[in-house]
């Protein structure tokens, strides 16, 4: 059974910006909360600097959108791939 890719894209895109965006957020709530982890997305979001503020959350939350449809479709693409064909 192939997977359909739009249905990947937009899981991917969702699942990673929600995610961001809770992290960043309680990282402004409780600010040690995923330092760590921001500190290492500001390496592959460029502009997204957690110590910034709201504007830059939105700015991260866009970029981890993007980077979200491309996962999704990159793991469609692959799976549907390698998957048996009817």
Same mark, same amino acid.
């Given at each position: 059974m192939r997977l359909s890719l739009r *249905?990947? +894209?937009i899981a991917g895109a969702l699942f990673n910006a929600i995610c961001f965006l809770f992290v960043a957020l309680m990282n402004l709530l409780l600010p040690p909360y995923g330092g760590k982890y921001l500190e290492m997305v500001t390496t592959f979001? +460029? !502009?997204y600097?957690? #110590?910034t503020g709201p +504007? *830059? +959350?939105v700015l991260g939350t866009l970029y981890a959108l993007i980077a979200g449809a491309l #996962? !999704?479709?990159l793991f469609g693409l692959l799976y549907n791939a390698f998957v048996e064909k009817p």
């Open positions: *249905s990947l +894209i979001y +460029i !502009g600097h957690p #110590e +504007i *830059s +959350i #996962e !999704g479709a």
